[in-house]
Structure formats: C-alpha cells, structure tokens
C-alpha cells in the first residue's frame, strides 16, 4: 500500500457506520462540520479515511469494525485499485521479509491466520468485482476436480481467480499446478490464493506443497503448449470472438479441425487435449450451445470419432454463471492411453430433473455430486471402456450402471454421427419408465394430501405480546466468540475443510439463505463457502435461539456491508438479547417449531411441483386420463 492518505467513498463510510447510503447523504447535508470530500467525482465523491474515522467516533455513529473490515477499507482507497493494492500486500505477506515492512495485512494473518485473511480479501475483491470476472464456484470445481481424478501436472490455460487449480489442490496431490490468465491483475491475485493455500497444504508425498506457477498472457495465442499434464481443468471464456482465428489457422493444436470464429470454446477444447500426455483428462465448463451449433459440427464429429470426447454432462441451471443457463461439463481423453474402447460410446447426462434447485438453500450439491461421479466412475471403470452390458452393467460391483432412464446413458458414436451431431443430453436419453412414473405420481399424490393435513394442524399462531421485547442489552457475535461462548468458524482455504457437526448453526454471509441449526444428517460434511459456522457452547446458548434471533430482517440488514453488486454479511456484528440459558429456551422451542413448520411448507410445495408436471406428463403420454 502507498504512503498516500487512504479515501473512503460513501459506500465506504455507510460500512464503517452501519447504515445505509441515504443516510450518509442526509449526513452530509445537515451537519456542517461533516467532512468535505478530497476527491472523487461530483456523482461519488471519496473523502479522508481517518477524518470521516474521527467524525462517526465524535457523533457516536462509529460501528464495531472488525480489522478484516478496515484492512479492506484501505486496500479499496489505495489509488492503484484495490486489486494491485492486494497483490503487493498478499505478496509482501507470503515473502514475509522483515516484521517492520510486513503491514496491516501481516497482522490480520497474525490474529486469524494468513490463509483466511487472504481468503477473505480475495473473495471480497471478487465480490466487488463480479462484472468484471466470472469465478467458478466452489462446488462446481469440486466436482470438475473429482471427474479428472488425480494428477501429478495439473493445468488450467483460462485459471481467472484460481478456483479450478484450488479444487485440484484440494482433491489430490498434485506435483504441479500450473495456471495462465489474460488478465496481469488477476493471474497475480491467483496466484496468491494458490500459494496461500499450497503453503498449509501437505501436497505432493513426503509433505511438500505443490510448485505453483501462474503467469499473464494469452495461453491460445501462446501457441501449443510445451510440457503435457496430467489434467486439464478449465472455465473458458465464452462467446470470444476475438481469440485468434485469423494467425491461428494453421496452428498444429487444431487436429480436430479449424474451429469456426464463432466457436471459441471449441478451440479451448483442442488447447486442453493438446496440453494432455495421452490418455490424460481434461474436464471444461460449456455453454450449452457448444453441444448443438452447426458451424461446431465437424469438429464435434471429429471428437467423436477419435474417442477423445467422453461425456456431455447438463448441469441444472444455476450451477454456475451465467445462472439462467444450465452448463454442460465435456469430459474429454487424450487418445494414445492404455484403455482405449473397442466400440466408442459417449455418456450423456441430464441432471436437471432430479436435481432441480428447491428450497432456501439452491442446489443439493451432495446428491448432484454422487449422481454424476457413480455414474461417470460406472461408465470408466477398468475394463468397461465406456461400454456397459446389455442393461447398462456396473463397472463395479454395486455400482449404477451408466443407462438410467430419463437421466443417462451410454449412447454409441455411430449414433451421434448425423448431420447436426446435436450432443445435447436430452434428445438422447431414453424415456423414463412411465408405469414407474404412475407409480411414483400416485405416492406422490397420497404425500401431499398427508403432507397438508399436517401443515393445517401445525400452522403457528401469531399471538402478539402487549408490548415489544425491550431494547438490550444485547451482545454480539464477535463478543460471544471473544468470551468463549461460541466459535465462528470458517472454510480456511481448500487445503484446511471444516467439517461440520450437529447443533451447529449455519449463517450464509454471501446471497440467499437464512441461518439455520444443521442435524445429524449434516454432520460430517464440509463447510461450503460463502457459509460460516457458528459452533455454540451448550452450557451458554441454544443453537435454535441463536439461529432464530440471527434471521431477524433487522439484525442482518445492520450486519450487512453494501455494495453495487452484492451484500455481504459480517457475522461478528450480527446481536443477540443477552439472557441466561433457561430464559433462551422458550424462545428456543419457538424457532425450532417455526423452522419444521417450514421444512414442511417447502416439501409440500415440492411435492405439489411434481404431482402437476408428472399429471401434464401423463396426459400428455396417455398413462393418465382426462377423467
């Protein structure tokens, strides 16, 4: 950071006091020894940080701000930007020269620990920033990661943030990560998260990290890429039309034919195989029209041909941006590899039916996961080769085999080799089983006439008290972790989970969701960024008094940072009444009543939404009459 006084714009000073903009502006106006901007623009004026400090601490409007807060703060008022600003600071810090010189950021690593003072900077960038890049989301490289499966090299030509590699750290042990971004900012950012994370990591056997190198540039422009990996994982940019189409013609990296100008993402798939040794793995995030538009074709035939596309995956909308779309996963193989199949087939998979997001909480990661990874390990397994039995046999004993009506199949490539080579999962995936489906909709119907029954008995009454719960005295979470009397955890980097157990409570910091007690079916998995854990001292607080009184609307709007884009939750500023354990319990048993009054209200609307699409299905197949 530079010796310059560090300015604060209006967002800025509305964090620092916990309130919202307007009220600055109203500041602004009628206090006249309010502080006068020192920059800026008329429209976003910036003013002096440590005058606006001592003016909200004179006025008694100075909220409790964490160090982590103040940190960024600084880091967004430093007149290079808050990213070079970063990247100095995150990269003084790793270097660790001398304890003078090492700043504010080494004393946040000091308190919290350098991965998660670096963690929280770059995902507060980010967040600040999601015009500007498009990261990856933490389970959607995760589970990119674990189709891959292990590898000494691992590679990403398209790296961004960083996120893809990170997963790649976190489900094996690579020797190697090896990144390249276009952007000279962000590849060093990257490259910060990365070393920040290979620093706590054991890595390679024998304990070592792994050797992280990101460098800026163009990795298609580049040319071939000289040393082949392992892996290949890669988020590439869609819909470029300026990726070098002209000076590329007769690059060598294109043996499945000349992508079109149109077709970007096509050319980032022959990177990624070019960058494989043989039979090397390389999975890419696609927009769906990659699997259907015609300028593609021939190279999409190509691929088949050759057996070096392995499967179409459909992911359910929202599983990564841009969220209206649902992305497909390719899976693809170098050929030359030990196991090549005699009769190539490629596994098709639409998961956006059985894994459509419902509830508070989005997507069922857990179980889309396990969908896609027993099905893929089923139709790879050793000695299948992508072909399955006569019935879609398991590669392995117990395991799904790949062909499961109205979600996958392994579809031969003679098949696919018409004129449109349409590889989208759905116009190939057989019809589910529609006496299974009448079935199923009649269990559904009897479900939801049960389901409701219930919900009209245990509809809560809304009995008002004669007068409001006075106010205080209260205390906060940052107080409450400070005391002992609660434990804020969270995901400390890819290379250190936090495993959750029951009774904690789960508080989103980052979009939708709502506090909320986790049981003993999620116990044991791991903590999923933007979440922390709040992990309560029984012998002082409920869970379920803590989670209720967290999901007040006031509560989470006054511990809310605001921004063009996106509000963040600062969970140690979020309040609580402060009373004895005996006296939570009323209002303990209360929050718990309402939270299963809800679970219920959701999986009756859930099965209301399955009884209509299957009876418009039936009709529409005949296993259902008009009458």
Same mark, same amino acid.
């Given at each position: 950071? !530079? $010796?310059?006084?560090?300015?604060? !714009?209006?967002?800025?000073? @509305?964090? =620092?006091?916990? *309130? &919202?903009?307007? %009220?600055?502006?109203?500041?602004? /106006?009628?206090?006249? $020894?309010?502080?006068?901007?020192?920059?800026?623009?008329? !429209?976003?004026?910036a003013f002096d940080l440590a005058e606006v400090e001592d003016w909200l601490r004179a006025h008694g409007k100075l909220a409790e701000v964490p160090p982590r807060e103040r940190l960024w703060q600084r880091l967004e008022a430093d007149p290079r930007g808050a990213g070079e600003a970063l990247a100095d600071a995150g990269e003084r810090l790793l270097r660790a020269r001398k304890p003078a010189e090492r700043g504010p950021l080494a004393e946040l690593a000091d308190e919290i620990g350098t991965g998660e003072a670096l963690d929280f900077l770059l995902d507060r960038y980010f967040e600040t920033n999601t015009r500007q890049y498009t990261p990856t989301p933490p389970d959607a490289a995760a589970l990119m990661a674990a189709l891959a499966g292990p590898g000494e090299a691992v590679v990403d030509p398209a790296c961004g943030t960083g996120a893809l590699l990170a997963a790649a750290a976190h489900h094996s042990a690579p020797r190697t990560l090896t990144g390249v971004e276009l952007d000279p900012v962000l590849a060093r950012?990257? %490259?910060?998260?990365? %070393?920040?994370?290979?620093?706590?990591?054991?890595?390679?056997?024998?304990?070592? #990290?792994? *050797?992280?190198?990101? /460098? @800026?540039? $163009?990795?298609?422009?580049a040319g071939p890429p000289e040393d082949e990996a392992d892996v290949v994982l890669c988020h590439p940019p869609f819909n470029e039309r300026n990726w070098g189409h002209e000076e590329l013609a007769y690059d060598p990296r294109w043996e499945y034919g000349l992508p079109a100008r149109t077709e970007s993402e096509l050319a980032w798939v022959q990177h990624a195989l070019a960058a494989l040794r043989p039979g090397g793995t390389a999975v890419l995030l696609m927009p769906p029209a990659a699997a259907s538009r015609r300028t593609g074709r021939r190279v999409r035939a190509a691929l088949l041909r050759r057996g070096a596309l392995r499967a179409v995956i459909a992911l359910p909308a929202g599983a990564a941006p841009p969220h209206s779309l649902a992305l497909h996963l390719w899976v693809l193989r170098r050929p030359g590899g030990p196991a090549e199949a005699p009769e190539p087939r490629l596994l098709v998979m639409d998961c956006a039916a059985p894994h459509r997001p419902a509830g508070r909480d989005g997507l069922d990661w857990p179980a889309l996961r396990a969908t896609v990874l027993q099905t893929w390990h089923a139709f790879d397994a050793p000695g299948q080769a992508g072909v399955p039995g006569e019935s879609g046999t398991p590669g392995e004993a117990g395991a799904p085999g790949p062909d499961r009506p109205g979600v996958s199949a392994a579809v031969p490539v003679i098949d696919l080799l018409d004129d449109e080579v349409d590889l989208a999962p759905a116009r190939h995936l057989p019809p589910a089983d529609t006496r299974a489906g009448a079935a199923a909709l009649a269990d559904t119907h009897r479900e939801l006439l049960d389901r409701l029954r219930l919900l009209t008995e245990s509809v809560p009454h809304a009995a008002r008290s004669a007068r409001p719960r006075p106010p205080g005295p209260d205390v906060t979470v940052g107080e409450l972790a400070r005391s002992g009397a609660l434990r804020v955890l969270t995901s400390g980097g890819e290379s250190t989970?936090?495993? *959750?157990?029951?009774?904690?409570?789960?508080? #989103? *910091? =980052?979009?939708?969701?709502? #506090?909320?007690?986790?049981?003993?079916?999620? @116990?044991? !998995?791991? =903590? %999923?960024r933007p979440h922390c854990l709040l992990r309560v001292d029984p012998d002082h607080l409920d869970p379920w008094f803590v989670a209720g009184f967290l999901r007040a609307t006031g509560n989470a709007r006054q511990a809310s940072s605001y921004t063009s884009s996106a509000a963040r939750l600062d969970v140690r500023r979020l309040r609580l009444p402060r009373l004895a354990l005996a006296d939570q319990r009323p209002h303990a048993e209360r929050f718990r009543a309402l939270a299963e009054f809800e679970d219920s209200l959701a999986r009756a609307a859930e099965? &209301?939404? =399955?009884?209509?699409?299957?009876?418009?299905? &039936?009709?529409?197949?005949?296993?259902v009459t008009p009458d």
């Amino acid at each position: 950071m !530079t $010796d310059s006084a560090p300015e604060v !714009t209006a967002a800025g000073i @509305a964090r =620092l006091a916990g *309130v &919202g903009r307007a %009220a600055v502006s109203n500041w602004r /106006r009628r206090h006249p $020894d309010f502080p006068q901007p020192v920059g800026g623009t008329e !429209t976003s004026p910036a003013f002096d940080l440590a005058e606006v400090e001592d003016w909200l601490r004179a006025h008694g409007k100075l909220a409790e701000v964490p160090p982590r807060e103040r940190l960024w703060q600084r880091l967004e008022a430093d007149p290079r930007g808050a990213g070079e600003a970063l990247a100095d600071a995150g990269e003084r810090l790793l270097r660790a020269r001398k304890p003078a010189e090492r700043g504010p950021l080494a004393e946040l690593a000091d308190e919290i620990g350098t991965g998660e003072a670096l963690d929280f900077l770059l995902d507060r960038y980010f967040e600040t920033n999601t015009r500007q890049y498009t990261p990856t989301p933490p389970d959607a490289a995760a589970l990119m990661a674990a189709l891959a499966g292990p590898g000494e090299a691992v590679v990403d030509p398209a790296c961004g943030t960083g996120a893809l590699l990170a997963a790649a750290a976190h489900h094996s042990a690579p020797r190697t990560l090896t990144g390249v971004e276009l952007d000279p900012v962000l590849a060093r950012l990257a %490259a910060l998260r990365l %070393a920040a994370g290979a620093s706590g990591a054991a890595g390679a056997p024998g304990g070592r #990290p792994p *050797v992280v190198t990101v /460098r @800026a540039g $163009d990795a298609l422009r580049a040319g071939p890429p000289e040393d082949e990996a392992d892996v290949v994982l890669c988020h590439p940019p869609f819909n470029e039309r300026n990726w070098g189409h002209e000076e590329l013609a007769y690059d060598p990296r294109w043996e499945y034919g000349l992508p079109a100008r149109t077709e970007s993402e096509l050319a980032w798939v022959q990177h990624a195989l070019a960058a494989l040794r043989p039979g090397g793995t390389a999975v890419l995030l696609m927009p769906p029209a990659a699997a259907s538009r015609r300028t593609g074709r021939r190279v999409r035939a190509a691929l088949l041909r050759r057996g070096a596309l392995r499967a179409v995956i459909a992911l359910p909308a929202g599983a990564a941006p841009p969220h209206s779309l649902a992305l497909h996963l390719w899976v693809l193989r170098r050929p030359g590899g030990p196991a090549e199949a005699p009769e190539p087939r490629l596994l098709v998979m639409d998961c956006a039916a059985p894994h459509r997001p419902a509830g508070r909480d989005g997507l069922d990661w857990p179980a889309l996961r396990a969908t896609v990874l027993q099905t893929w390990h089923a139709f790879d397994a050793p000695g299948q080769a992508g072909v399955p039995g006569e019935s879609g046999t398991p590669g392995e004993a117990g395991a799904p085999g790949p062909d499961r009506p109205g979600v996958s199949a392994a579809v031969p490539v003679i098949d696919l080799l018409d004129d449109e080579v349409d590889l989208a999962p759905a116009r190939h995936l057989p019809p589910a089983d529609t006496r299974a489906g009448a079935a199923a909709l009649a269990d559904t119907h009897r479900e939801l006439l049960d389901r409701l029954r219930l919900l009209t008995e245990s509809v809560p009454h809304a009995a008002r008290s004669a007068r409001p719960r006075p106010p205080g005295p209260d205390v906060t979470v940052g107080e409450l972790a400070r005391s002992g009397a609660l434990r804020v955890l969270t995901s400390g980097g890819e290379s250190t989970p936090v495993a *959750v157990c029951e009774g904690d409570v789960l508080v #989103p *910091v =980052l979009g939708p969701g709502v #506090p909320r007690v986790l049981t003993a079916a999620d @116990a044991g !998995t791991e =903590l %999923a960024r933007p979440h922390c854990l709040l992990r309560v001292d029984p012998d002082h607080l409920d869970p379920w008094f803590v989670a209720g009184f967290l999901r007040a609307t006031g509560n989470a709007r006054q511990a809310s940072s605001y921004t063009s884009s996106a509000a963040r939750l600062d969970v140690r500023r979020l309040r609580l009444p402060r009373l004895a354990l005996a006296d939570q319990r009323p209002h303990a048993e209360r929050f718990r009543a309402l939270a299963e009054f809800e679970d219920s209200l959701a999986r009756a609307a859930e099965l &209301g939404r =399955l009884l209509v699409q299957g009876l418009h299905d &039936g009709l529409a197949e005949g296993t259902v009459t008009p009458d």
